[in-house]
């Protein structure tokens, strides 16, 4: 794996492929192309859920141990994951379905919500995390990227 920079860096390069995943499916289902639509999607789905339990169980408990904030933005980002899972099994059941226009609707409602969401984490919770983590930023990073690729290695385990 190259190096990743920091998770800041891995975690927004993820959110701008998310987008573009996104953007493929809607095209995709608009087209009548349903087996590349879901193709995408299921990429999609099993990258967002990788992103968001790399953020749950490594970045967001890290926060909360080093700032003692517990229903701050953290809580926030939760929230809005599941607002998003929901949206996911709602594009999920259109394409399914065969369903252009709900898939394409579901979609953009999505994609409008990561991009509100996401900015949220780009320009304040991961400046926060990164900033409480200090010295300890880099281990941090190679935690949450190696969460999120679904690699663990017990040196870099807190």
């Known amino acids: 794996m190259a190096d990743p920079g920091t998770f800041v860096d891995y975690l927004t390069a993820d959110h701008r492929d998310s987008d573009t995943l996104l953007a493929w499916l809607q095209e995709q289902a608009d087209a009548g192309c349903f087996a590349e639509a879901r193709a995408a999607f ?7 859920l990788a992103h ?3 953020e749950e169980n490594v970045l967001f408990p890290e926060f909360e141990r080093l ?3 517990q ?9 809005e994951h599941g607002d998003a899972l929901a949206l ?6 259109a394409l399914e379905e065969h369903d252009a226009n709900r898939a394409h609707g579901y979609a953009e ?10 900015l949220k984490e780009e320009y304040i919770l991961y400046p926060a995390v ?6 300890n930023a ?9 969460a999120r690729e679904g690699t663990v290695r017990p040196d870099l385990q807190p």
């Open 42 to 48: 299921a990429r999609f789905r099993a990258d967002t």
């Open 52 to 54: 968001f339990a790399a």
């Open 67 to 69: 700032t003692g904030i």
């Open 71 to 79: 229903n701050g933005p953290t809580e926030v980002m939760r929230v």
């Open 88 to 93: 996911i099994a709602d594009v999920s059941l």
């Open 109 to 118: 409602a999505l994609l409008i919500l990561l991009q509100q969401h996401n």
């Open 130 to 135: 990164l900033g409480a983590a200090g010295s």
């Open 138 to 146: 880099a281990m941090l990073s190679a935690r949450v990227v190696q």
